[in-house]
């Protein structure tokens, strides 16, 4: 069985997989959210095997049904399920850093495969490639300091890199569920969180390459 939790919004619903950090999908209600992250099995197992992990989940299971709010309106995942609060042992830690490694390697193998210019949405909306990277670097950043990783603003691959090794470095280590740090993330949902956000972009750039 594949363990997931659902966050629900107002009007939106995402299915999130436990054991697997950053396979979420968001639907109009609980069915389509789950039928969502069924569907994307196929995509998510690139990840999965990328990190060199054997990927062949069974029908997904409900454990939890945690409050989003706005934020899942709007396509993101916010709430932090009760679920995260349980201990991440060393073997726990050790995949998932090996799955957020793997998110990071496709999404600039996907950047770099990609023209600047992606076409744009049934609304012309949507960031050409360079806007893309920037956002999905800036929200990391910010996603780092709720694991106590501080980098000011930084435009090189060196800078990303070091970013990207204190942030594995971080969820590297086993931890007993509770935040990170004061007012931070505990780190299952840290590289939830994480992983979700770059593989929501690589798949939105594959989609869009012209």
Known sequence: MTHTYLEIGPKKVFACSVEWPGWCRIGKSEELALEALVDYTPRYRVVAERAGLAFEPGDPVVEERAKGGSTTDFGAIEAIPELDARPVGAAEAERTVALVGAAWELFDEATADSPEELRKGPRGGGRDRDKMVAHVINAERAY??????????????????????????????????????????????????IAWHVIDHLWEMEDRRI
């Open 144 to 193: 780092a300091r709720k694991i106590g990783v501080r980098h000011k603003p930084f435009r090189d691959a060196a800078g990303l890199a070091a970013i990207r090794a204190e942030i594995t470095e971080v969820l590297a280590i086993p931890s007993d569920g509770s935040p990170l740090v004061s007012g931070g993330w505990p780190a299952r949902y840290a590289a939830r969180r």
